[in-house]
């Protein structure tokens, strides 16, 4: 199986997870795109979706969903995004595609994060992945010097800017052993507006696929 093919099995597992009735929180990614294509199989039976980001915001669009502002919202029972890479404790790092900030929000108002992933983004450690940092722009030299004095190698992602009008900060070198309170020591730095690094509040659920299926994993 390809990589997207397992990406593509992962995306139409979290379709049993999906609350009926309910608005679903949608993340950002070539994974989570399989799963909006999933959802408009069940349009009828949920009432919307919140999204991450505008090009995921287009996609539930084109599909008839409807897409409602997060802000009025003080609830959604699930969240199903992908992830660059998770760990054993369900950390991840977050934010290959740029989205992460809004991202990080719509999570933060679900009752449960359902990761979707191919295999392949399961690692001992997170770190191989450059972690991304957004970055309000006049604050990118600050910034960058201070992700140095961590040890860090940050590098401009170039021609990119967000869905909020800044910068992304790839961070290479980092080998993150306490993604918590590495998290906590980034979003500290002036200038920051979120790093990549879900740990604080990692996934609740992880759909790993492998080519002998979808295995679903708990957060204990
Ligand atoms: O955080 C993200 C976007 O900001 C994505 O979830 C992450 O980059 C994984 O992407 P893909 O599903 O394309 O492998």
Do not use: W
């Not at 990080?104 to 979707?116: Q, T």
């Not at 006049?138 to 140095?148: D, I, K, N, T, Y």
Request: proline share 3%; net charge negative; hydrophobic share 45%.
């Amino acid at each position: 199986m390809t990589q997207d093919e397992l990406k593509k099995a992962a995306a139409y597992a979290a379709l049993d997870h999906v609350v009926e009735g309910s608005i679903v929180g949608v993340g950002t990614g070539s994974t989570v795109n399989h799963f909006i294509d999933a959802l408009a199989g069940m349009r009828d039976r949920i009432r919307g979706a919140v999204s991450s980001s505008e090009a995921s915001t287009q996609r539930l669009r084109a599909h008839g969903i409807e897409v409602f502002d997060l802000d009025g919202i003080e609830s959604l029972p699930v969240y199903v995004d992908g992830a660059d890479e998770i760990d054993g404790g369900f950390a991840m790092i977050k934010g290959g595609g740029g989205a992460l900030t809004r991202e990080k929000i719509v999570a933060a108002v679900s009752e449960r994060f359902v990761c979707i992933c191919d295999a392949s983004k399961k690692v001992e450690v997170l770190g191989r992945f450059p972690l991304p940092i957004e970055v309000i722009p006049m604050a990118r030299s600050h910034v960058a010097r201070e992700l140095r004095a961590l040890g860090g190698e940050p590098r401009l992602r170039e021609g990119f800017v967000t869905d909020n009008g800044n910068l992304i900060l790839d961070v290479h070198g980092l080998s993150i052993t306490d993604p918590v309170t590495i998290e906590m020591r980034i979003n500290q730095i002036v200038g920051v507006v979120t790093n990549g690094l879900f740990a604080v509040r990692g996934a609740d659920v992880l759909l790993l696929a492998a080519p002998g299926g979808v295995q679903r994993l708990d957060a204990r």
